[in-house]
């Protein structure tokens, strides 16, 4: 199994070498390294070439222009040949057995589409972010995200995904919108396009919180006029996935076959998928047949989880 890792760089020089290391170091060594910097105007490229011009895993790209976060998303999968592609922000770290436990978990796992875990929080901040209590299969997600905005993911660099999932996704055009928070499109994006998405909690990537994060504790930033510029951002990209894929204007009326895709559906799942259905402009009979299956699926396999 190919593994290609792309690492997105923004003047980050004082930690881009660092997380290089962090993949080369790696127990189970991977096939590329692909270095995407995005016209850093510090001392990156520099330093990148300096100490991995001529490494043989390690693929520099030296964009000309600076296009944001997407457009490196976008550049690096281009240049990938991996089956399996591990996602990487400069300023993070992965763990020595980060590759081994992901290789080991597609091969145990051939369901799963896109795969994300826990991150150990250091720096300004240390504390271990979960998301859930327990490695989850968290199913298919496609509808409830294109009509519930759901978010299932974590940080950049605790994603990896099948290639097959990132040719339905990438590229996608809307570089100014997504300059930063990039990862959004890969979260909702491998959703949209009908990922079926395992969480493994084990925490295996060390994200750094720093003053520089791109998004990480700007929460006073976020005004009303940002919010509603978010929001237009992530309806352009709805969109522009729901053409791509070509999917039907009655996709949603199979929102309860979807909920079955999760094995043991939390309470939370379960309350998200049933106010869908009770609040979609369905007929009578056939909101009633899809909530039966919401309840019947929820209360036959929540306790086998929990």
């Keep these: 199994m190919k593994v290609s890792v792309l690492i997105n760089n923004y003047n980050y020089q004082q930690y881009v070498v660092d997380a290089i290391n962090s993949v080369i170091n790696q127990s189970v060594p991977v096939s590329e390294i692909i270095v995407v910097d995005d016209k850093s105007t ?23 222009v600076n296009q944001g976060q997407l457009s490196s998303f976008n550049e690096g999968f281009n240049r990938a040949s991996g089956d399996i ?21 597609y091969k145990e796992h051939p369901k799963c589409d896109f795969l994300f875990c826990s991150a150990e929080l250091f720096g300004n901040e240390e504390r271990i972010a979960h ?4 490695t989850r299969d968290l199913g298919i997600s496609r509808i409830i995200t294109l ?39 890969l979260v909702y994006g491998a959703s949209i396009v009908g990922a079926r998405k395992f969480y493994l909690a084990n925490p295996l990537v060390k994200y750094r919180v720093h003053g520089n994060n791109g998004h990480y504790g ?19 990209l709805f969109s522009f996935l729901v ?12 929102a309860h076959t979807e909920f079955q895709t999760i094995p043991h559906p939390l309470e939370k ?27 019947t699926h929820y209360y036959s396999k929540r306790d086998a989880f929990h």
Aim: net charge neutral; aromatic share 14%; proline share 2%.
């Design 269 to 295: 799942e379960f309350k998200t998928y049933r106010s869908l259905v009770k609040w979609g402009n369905f007929s009578f009979v056939r909101k009633i047949i899809m909530l039966l299956s919401l309840y």
């Design 131 to 134: 998301c859930y209590d327990k």
């Design 218 to 236: 700007r929460g006073k930033e976020r005004t009303p006029e940002y919010l509603q510029k978010y929001d237009r951002c992530v309806e352009r």
């Design 42 to 64: 510090d001392d990156s490229v520099k330093i990148l070439q300096d100490n991995f011009a001529n490494h043989e895993t390690v693929n520099l790209v030296l964009k000309e």
């Design 85 to 105: 592609i591990c996602f990487l922000d400069a300023d993070d770290l992965y763990k020595e057995n980060y590759i081994q436990e992901v290789v080991s978990f």
């Design 147 to 185: 009509y519930s905005k759901a978010w299932i993911g974590h940080r950049t660099s605790t994603v990896s995904m099948r290639r097959q999932v990132l040719e339905n996704l990438l590229p996608i055009p809307y570089l100014e919108d997504w300059r930063i928070r990039a990862d959004d499109c």
């Design 243 to 254: 053409e791509k894929m070509s999917y039907s204007s009655h996709l949603c009326e199979q």
